[in-house]
């Protein structure tokens, strides 16, 4: 498994800007596709975007497309996610996922977990 460690998150007023980094190590970063999840109190973690090994394609919840981009650079060990126009509904905690198979929104497919990142946007 590779290890994982979030950073970025913090306490930003609606409409306004965030960009999340998870910095891998322990493995190979590029064989790994990447997710980043969510998880709000009192809910289930969900997708909010992947990004496969090659950085080729990526996928988004529908919740935040147009507002968040994920990247990596595979020559850093870094994955990541540059938040737009946050809405107060974007607070939760964040959370980078490695998967070793396949890519996409399901969560199962994750192996590694940061330990996550908070993100408060207020009104």
């Known amino acids: 498994q590779v290890q994982l460690v979030e950073s970025g998150g913090g306490l930003v007023q609606a409409g306004g800007s965030l960009r999340l980094s998870c910095a891998a190590s322990?493995?190979?970063?590029?064989?790994?596709?990447m997710g980043w999840f969510r998880q709000a109190p009192g809910k289930e973690r969900e997708f909010v975007a992947a990004?496969?090994?090659?950085?080729?394609?990526?996928n988004y919840a529908d919740s935040v497309k147009g507002r968040f981009t994920i990247s990596r650079d595979n020559a850093l060990n870094t994955v990541l996610l540059q938040m737009n126009s946050l809405k107060p509904e974007d607070t939760a905690i964040y959370y980078c996922?490695?998967?070793?198979?396949?890519?996409?929104?399901?969560?199962?497919?994750?192996?590694?977990w940061g330990q996550g990142t908070q993100v408060t946007v207020a009104s």
């Open positions: 996922g490695a998967s070793p198979m396949s890519y996409g929104s399901n969560r199962d497919a994750y192996n590694s």
């Open positions: 990004i496969i090994w090659s950085g080729d394609r990526t």
């Open positions: 322990g493995r190979t970063f590029s064989n790994y596709n």
